[in-house]
């Protein structure tokens, strides 16, 4: 399927590795300049590298954490000045947290909210003005299943993925009008550096059964427990879904959170 984005001008936020990379590289594949962004600038210029071998458009790299203050603008003005315009923006960055109420500190919430939904919301509000002078927009914001299915072990996360879905919705009728479509995916288990760091160690603390597993053999089990295809996903097929919500090819579907979960209806 042509998805009609050549000459458009993308941004992708936590672009370094992961599912973020996996939407670049489809993005750049299908004729899109793209500017990644991430904190890492050693792990975001060998990522850099690796797009601009497959693009036929331009691609740029902004090593910001996206949490910080002024982060948002930065990233816009990077955007105008390295790929021309801001046409698509995938929200990607961030991580799980792995936790409950009794457990999580003051800290914990105040980190992991400017990671997750306040970085988004400012970022959205800074990219739209670029879109509306097109009247074309698209706006993909990475979400949890558990924002739908919460897991109390993943307290933060899912509440946070909840406000992220909320927002999706909101900003979408907002927008609607302008030509600017806003989507979530509302992703379940998928085998990337995030799992490893972040989930992993705490399905070793609460399933001493798996502590004799490697990490491949841990995710292969429990991505066959809580997923009714057998298996957790890959960083493509969440980008093959975010590929689509940016594109020509979508006009219809907006406010979404499309649940990309292999068909689990809870996170663990
Ligand atoms: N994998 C899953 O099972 C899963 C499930 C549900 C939701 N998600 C969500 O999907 C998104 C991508 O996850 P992933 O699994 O692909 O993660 P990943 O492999 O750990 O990649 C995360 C990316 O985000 C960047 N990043 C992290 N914090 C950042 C910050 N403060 N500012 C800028 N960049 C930042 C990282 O680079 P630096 O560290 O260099 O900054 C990296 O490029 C996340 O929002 C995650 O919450 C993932």
């Avoid at 973020?20 to 489809?26: I, R, S, T």
């Avoid at 074309?136 to 299915?149: E, K």
């Avoid at 909840?162 to 030509?179: P, Y």
Wanted: net charge negative; aromatic share 2%.
């Amino acid at each position: 399927m042509e998805l009609g984005i050549t000459g458009r001008a993308a941004v992708v936020t936590g672009a370094s590795t992961g599912i973020g990379f996996a939407v670049a590289e489809e993005l750049v594949a299908n004729g899109a300049s793209v500017l990644i962004v991430a904190r890492d600038q050693n792990r975001l210029e060998a990522a850099e590298a690796k797009l601009q071998q497959k693009s036929r458009a331009k691609v740029a790299s902004l090593a910001i954490d996206v949490a910080s203050a002024g982060a948002a603008d930065r990233v816009v003005e990077a955007a105008l000045s390295a790929v021309g315009s801001l046409d698509i923006l995938v929200n990607n960055a961030g991580r799980a947290h792995a936790g409950g109420l009794m457990t999580s500190s003051e800290s914990d919430w105040d980190e992991m909210t400017m990671l997750k939904l306040v970085s988004m919301r400012r970022l959205c509000k800074a990219a739209i003005p670029h879109m509306k002078e097109k009247s074309w927009g698209r706006i993909v914001n990475m979400s949890s299943i558990g924002g739908i299915y919460p897991n109390p072990k993943l307290l933060i996360s899912h509440v946070l993925s909840g406000a992220i879905n909320n927002l999706t919705k909101s900003l979408a009728l907002e927008v609607a009008a302008d030509g600017i479509l806003v989507n979530a995916i509302g992703i379940g288990a998928v085998a990337t550096d995030n799992w490893a760091n972040n989930m992993l160690p705490a399905v070793r603390r609460n399933r001493s059964e798996l502590a004799s597993l490697s990490d491949d053999e841990v995710l292969a089990r429990v991505g066959a427990e809580m997923t009714p295809i057998g298996r957790a996903g890959t960083p493509e097929e969440i980008a093959a879904i975010a590929a689509f919500l940016v594109s020509s090819r979508n006009g219809f579907v907006t406010g979404d959170t499309i649940e990309a979960s292999g068909g689990a209806d809870r996170f663990m």
